[in-house]
């Protein structure tokens, strides 16, 4: 789960990170308000989930409350389009209103998970503002890592060659500070990445965390409910949303081929696939081996309403889920909706021939294919898609 910046900063705030005075605000008015209280010069900071947010004109300075106003009545309520977003952006809900702060040098910090290894890796390089993967192909020799052996936590030494790859040597007392600190946020909340880009030295020599990142783990969620209740619901895909709400695990993707399938591992293989004969999968959707009829047939349903989708693919290996009640589930969903599109499935498992007996008889427009790579081609091509 992404969280906003204005929430990454007060959370990193609470763990000893210095962050920028500022508060968020959801109108000109209050943003006006805000700056006020600063005192002007300010930045005005779009607080969308996607990166590229100063290049596309979300991050700008205002030198007095009026033009603070003025930029914040221009971004809320537009759709800002970056790098990241797709070329329908992301409807700004919120701006950031910080005091602006007089840079002398730029660096990164970041902790992340290094799955190959199963555990937190700390990186640090004095190329700030810059993307870290573009750094670290660009100019690998600028990109410091210290694995953190889980047992015994990020030690001493570490941190020294940490902030020694960055430099500030006048102020290093607290850019280690800063390196601790941001490890134990990333532990402390089950973080998947945190990460501060740029970390600055201010003209004052001043450390401090001019942006902030976190995306935490949905699986640690249920341990820090007031982590949960940063979630913001119009930054996810709606149907996303319905689907975490029917224990669906979903992710909407840019192909015409909507997937539904019984277990990641599969789902991961089917998508493949899916390009593998030449066209584009639509999402990820694992209902998971213990779902329920209602479950598949939200999973159904979430499907043929995304406008994206051409065809759907059903593919299941009825282990735990059994075959007739993911028929049943999509027979009943099929016929509440009013299906006009093609559907190809692929069972196999347990209970499977009464699951292909419910599916022939339904009188729907639902089409079982014998083999995996069968149903990936008869997918493609009702889909109208092929080899490229």
Not at 152 to 167: N, S, T, Y
Not at 210 to 225: C, I, T
Request: hydrophobic fraction near 45%; glycine fraction near 12%.
């Amino acid at each position: 789960m992404n969280i906003h910046e204005y929430q990454a900063k007060k959370l990193l705030a609470s763990f000893g990170i210095p962050v920028p005075e500022g508060a968020a605000a959801a109108s000109g008015a209050a943003a006006a308000d805000v700056a006020a209280g600063l005192g002007p010069p300010v930045m005005v900071k779009a607080q969308i989930h996607a990166g590229g947010r100063g290049k596309a004109g979300g991050v700008r300075r205002a030198e007095t409350v009026a033009e603070a106003r003025a930029i914040a009545d221009g971004l809320l309520g537009q759709p800002l389009v970056t790098a990241q977003t797709g070329p329908r952006g992301r409807v700004v809900q919120t701006v950031l209103i910080e005091k602006a702060t007089e840079v002398a040098d730029e660096a990164y910090l970041g902790v992340a998970v290094d799955r190959s290894r199963r555990c937190a890796v700390v990186i640090t390089s004095p190329a700030g503002g810059v993307e870290i993967e573009t750094t670290a192909r660009e100019a690998p020799q600028l990109v410091a890592k210290e694995w953190v052996e889980p047992a015994v936590g990020l030690r001493p030494f570490q941190i020294r060659r940490l902030a020694r790859a960055i430099g500030w040597e006048a102020a290093a007392k607290g850019l280690d500070r800063a390196i601790a600190a941001l490890h134990r946020a990333f532990s402390e909340t089950d973080a998947l990445l945190a990460e501060i880009n740029p970390l600055v030295l201010t003209t004052d020599g001043d450390v401090l965390a001019l942006d902030a990142k976190l995306n935490l783990d949905d699986n640690g969620l249920p341990r820090h409910p007031d982590l949960a209740a940063l979630r913001d619901p119009h930054e996810e895909d709606p149907l996303e949303g319905r689907a975490r709400a029917a224990g669906l695990n979903y992710i909407k993707l840019d192909g015409s081929i909507g997937c539904l399938v019984n277990g990641a591992g599969l789902a991961m293989a089917t998508m493949d696939l899916i390009q593998h004969v030449g066209a584009r999968p639509a999402n990820f959707l694992d209902v998971g081996g213990g779902a329920t009829r209602e479950m598949v047939a939200e999973g159904f349903r979430i499907l043929v309403e995304d406008p994206d989708v051409r065809a759907v693919f059903i593919n299941i290996f009825g282990g735990i889920l059994r075959c007739d009640v993911l028929a049943d589930g999509v027979v009943a969903a099929a016929r509440e909706v009013g299906l006009d599109l093609p559907v190809i499935v692929r069972l196999e498992g347990t209970n499977v021939a009464r699951g292909r007996e419910i599916l022939d008889g339904a009188g729907l427009s639902l089409r079982t294919a014998a083999s995996l790579s069968e149903a990936a081609e008869l997918v493609a091509q009702v889909a109208g898609e092929g080899p490229r």
